[in-house]
């Protein structure tokens, strides 16, 4: 199973190589990945549907509890099978739909990523990996939203559907690492021992809200939902695969996935109840100003997710049967519309619905599919999606409490999806074929074929239910429900919910006839636009943006001496408060040496040589002062016992005052000073630091030397290196290549100074 | 003897920290070295000071007969003077060169100098 998860990886990073070979007809084989694929998740039906669950473990970071642990049971593999398949229609499809791309190898290189990436993610058992291939799912989705990366729109939507789904990510990060820390296990499959405790635990209520929060935002739920239809920038083949029938159902996986594990509160169930009421009626209601064809379909997107939701929230048996039955329904019809809205874009170049017309007589199989994904979507007899709607209303009517809220509500959604439906598949096609559409191209197979398979499969199965049956029931069944004996039909008699399905379709039909989309409704959309959640949520970016510059242009202003200031500032800060606290200030003064004449002079001369650098106004003078404080520091050395440093510091201290006089007795004389307040200012500074330091070093000398090093390099400097200057032995023998490596450093510095010198700009350059 | 030393680093840490933050390319060096300076007494100091002991063996004898200077701090500090020689010749040159191009030594102008003036 790690295999068939990675191949997709492996196969975008072939791309990157091989790509160039890649473009134009070979495109068309990659297709065979998610077919392989798809054949290799279809033999494992039987098994699941008996109630097995194939589970493989890998170690990966075994010292954090991440392991690679891999579970397939029904909700997986209803999963698996739709995103190898519709992987492969989607594959076979962009072939020809970007056929001239110049980077078509790169998309199929995202395109595959997002697919393992999925793979891995409905698959994996345990939380850390699900967090990563989640992450990887947005990444991919950033990389295809932002696809035609030389428009500044696309960026934007990319950015926001990052931005948006990234927030979720962290959300489920910490979600993970709270629950596997009140379960004691990363792995799903052993959460689910401990449900009691954990819905028990204070900390419930966190991991309930920080697990919404993911799928909120990964499934466009709102009032996150915004990112969904600008996500709609990105190539009509990545709007369908990830946009429509698997990414965004990634979070009714994990709201699925948890039901066990966290589900049946009722927290869980009001919070899921709500949100995706409102976010189905919010949708619907859209999707009635809408008139670009994607901009339909986003929004009825919205809507079906949000059914979900509401259905998960209602957490029956009956209601988790009609959200399994309603996924493979809605990846059905609703990739289907996709394809078709992609196909005419791709023909007539406008996804205006307000224009489009008599489609039909330029591409019938196109306008066929249309035509049966349109019904399906509405729930209309004998279709898969007729099977669905009556599932969901049969389990709204159940809900306890206030089921005439409920009923009312999935009812407008339903009607106003019937009529979206309609909008986008059938009304393309029908009427009169307008002038300057009738020189239409006639769309090639490879483009036709995906759409068509997908809608005749909505209609078969919704004949012959008995064969979707092995694959919808044990995704109930992960879900810790038993579906029992019943079994799906088209027929139930004549009861309460085959009324709400006839009402639904007269009212919708009704309606479709009624309300056409218009430019006039647009409009009347866009006036509110001001409230929505997109308008708040780019509002705070917009002052996030501004609040960041201006934090930056405090603290990263460009001037050294504010960046010097801020550190020291600090130091003093933090030190002066650790010294307050521990400081003992018990100096043994009996240990120290005396202090003799020649050693006081020679500190005066020192001190008063610093303050003429520091306050003389000639920069030669600073200079020569400068040499002086290193010839004090010299004859201190000179003082105690170090004679290596003393000549050191002698020459090299010449040599700098040589050095600085060379380059610099033709500067002028300081002409800009400081204006006293600044100068107080750092005054303050500086004297505080050197307070500091005099404390610090004050408290080190109270306490006792370790001189266990220099003891062995004392002992040892004749005996193993036989040398009597320990010093000089340390450096070059037992210390030889950090010596060595000192020299490189100034044959480096020396180097600096040669280019420097020799450098010769030409006029151009000398501003 | 001890004190009045600590009392000098921290005299030279403070010129150090001011010159550095002077608006002068030549004072920010000089601002370098002096701290540099100051940072070198600190190791030495710390090291603990001896009077008229330096490290070396006397005559022939094959370890030390009585109590000398710590010569780790010493080796430590020979390093740094060395290193600190190589910045600083860098340093002073490039302020040559920068001084040619730009006609000013003033770090806040030089602030400016992407942009076109």
Known sequence: ?767 | MEIVLAVMIGVLYAAGIYMILRRSLVKLILGIIILGNGANLLIFLLGRITKGRPPIIPGDLKVFAEAYADPIPQALILTAIVISFGLQSFAIILIKRAYKVVKTDDLDEMNAIDQDS
């Open chain 1, 1 to 767: 199973m790690l295999i068939a998860i990675l191949v997709g990886f492996i196969f975008s990073m072939f791309l990157v190589v091989a790509g160039k070979f890649f473009r134009g007809k070979p495109a068309i084989l990659s297709a065979l990945i998610p077919l392989g694929l798809f054949a290799y998740f279809a033999q494992f039906i039987g098994q699941v549907s008996e109630g097995g669950v194939i589970i493989q473990s890998y170690n990966w970071v075994p010292s954090f509890g991440v392991n690679l642990g891999f579970t397939l049971d029904g909700l997986s593999l209803l999963f698996s099978l739709m995103i190898t398949g519709i992987g492969f229609l989607v594959f076979v499809y962009t072939s020809s739909y970007l056929k001239e791309h110049q980077y078509l190898d790169r998309f199929y290189g995202y395109l595959s990523m997002f697919m393992a990436a999925m793979l891995g993610l409905v698959l994996s058992d345990n939380m850390i990996s699900l967090f990563i291939f989640w992450e990887l799912t947005s990444i991919s989705s950033f990389f295809l939203i932002g696809f035609n990366n030389s428009s500044e729109a696309s960026r934007k939507s990319a950015i926001t559907a990052l931005a948006v789904t990234g927030l979720g990510g962290m959300s489920l990060l910490a979600g993970a690492l709270v629950l596997g820390s009140v379960g004691g296990s990363y792995s799903i499959v052993e959460l689910l021992n401990s449900s009691g405790e954990i819905a028990a635990s204070p900390f419930y209520i966190i991991i309930v809200i920080l697990m919404f929060g993911a799928a909120f935002t990964k499934s466009a739920q709102f009032p996150f939902h915004f990112w969904l239809p600008g996500a709609m920038k990105a190539p009509t083949p990545v709007s369908t695969y990830l946009h429509s029938a698997t990414m965004v159902k990634a979070g009714i996986y994990l709201l699925m996935r948890f039901t066990p594990v966290l589900g049946s509160t009722e927290f869980w169930n009001s919070t899921l109840l709500i949100v995706g009421a409102v976010t189905m009626v919010y949708a619907a209601i859209h999707t009635l100003f809408r008139r670009d064809l994607k901009g339909i379909l986003a929004y009825s997107t919205i809507a079906a997710l949000g059914i979900l939701v509401f259905l998960i929230g209602q957490g029956t048996e009956a209601a988790l049967l009609a959200a399994a039955l309603f996924i493979a329904v809605h990846a059905l019809y609703k990739a289907t519309l996709f394809l078709v809205t992609g196909i005419i874009d791709h023909q007539t170049h406008t996804r205006d619905v307000t224009i489009l017309r008599g489609l039909r007589k330029v591409m019938l199989p196109v306008a066929i599919a249309g035509f049966l994904a349109a019904i399906s979507s509405a729930g209309i007899p004998p279709t898969l999606g007729f099977l669905g709607k009556e599932l969901t209303y049969e389990s709204t009517l159940a809900v306890i409490g206030t089921p005439l809220l409920w009923i009312t509500l999935i009812l407008i959604t339903k009607i106003f999806l019937l009529h979206a439906g309609f909008v986008a598949g059938i009304s393309p096609f029908v009427g009169k074929l307008p002038e300057k559409f009738s020189n239409t191209k006639k769309p090639g197979i490879l483009l036709w074929l995906p759409p068509v398979i997908l809608s005749v499969m909505g209609l078969s199965l919704g004949i012959f239910p008995g064969l979707i049956e092995p694959i919808i029931y044990p995704v109930v069944t992960a879900m810790g429900e038993d579906v029992g004996n019943e079994h799906l039909a088209l027929w139930h008699g004549f009861n309460t919910v085959l009324w709400l399905s006839i009402a639904t379709i007269v009212v919708g039909t009704v309606l479709y006839f009624v309300l056409k989309p218009s430019q006039r409704l647009e409009a009347s959309a866009a006036r509110v636009e001001f409230l929505s959640p997109k308008s708040i949520f780019s509002g705070l970016w917009h002052y996030f943006n501004k609040f960041s510059s201006l934090w930056t242009a405090f603290f990263q202003n460009g001037y050294l001496r504010n960046y010097v200031s801020t550190i020291i500032l600090f130091l003093i800060g933090l030190s002066g408060y650790a010294l307050y606290k521990t400081a003992s200030f018990s100096l043994d003064l009996s240990t120290l040496s005396r202090i003799t004449g020649y050693e006081m002079a020679v500190v005066v001369i020192m001190f008063l040589a610093i303050l003429f650098t520091v306050f003389t106004r000639s920069r030669l003078a600073a200079v020569a002062s400068m040499g002086v404080v290193g010839l004090a520091i010299c004859l201190l050395f000179v003082f105690y016992s170090a004679p290596d440093l003393a000549m050191t510091q002698f020459s090299i201290d010449t040599l700098t005052v040589i050095l600085f006089v060379l380059v610099l007795y033709r500067l002028p004389i300081y002409l800009k000073l400081s204006d006293y307040r600044t100068r107080i200012k750092d005054g303050v500074l500086s004297l505080g630091f050197g307070t500091i330091i005099t404390i610090l070093i004050l408290e080190v000398l109270a306490t006792p030397v370790d001189k266990t090093i220099s003891q062995y390099y004392a002992e040892n400097a004749y005996v193993l290196a036989h040398g009597k200057n320990v010093v000089n032995v340390i450096l070059v023998d037992f210390r030889g290549s950090d010596t060595f490596m000192e020299i490189s450093v100034l044959a480096i510095a020396a180097i600096g100074v040669f280019a420097l010198l020799k450098l010769r700009l030409k006029e151009t350059d000398q501003r």
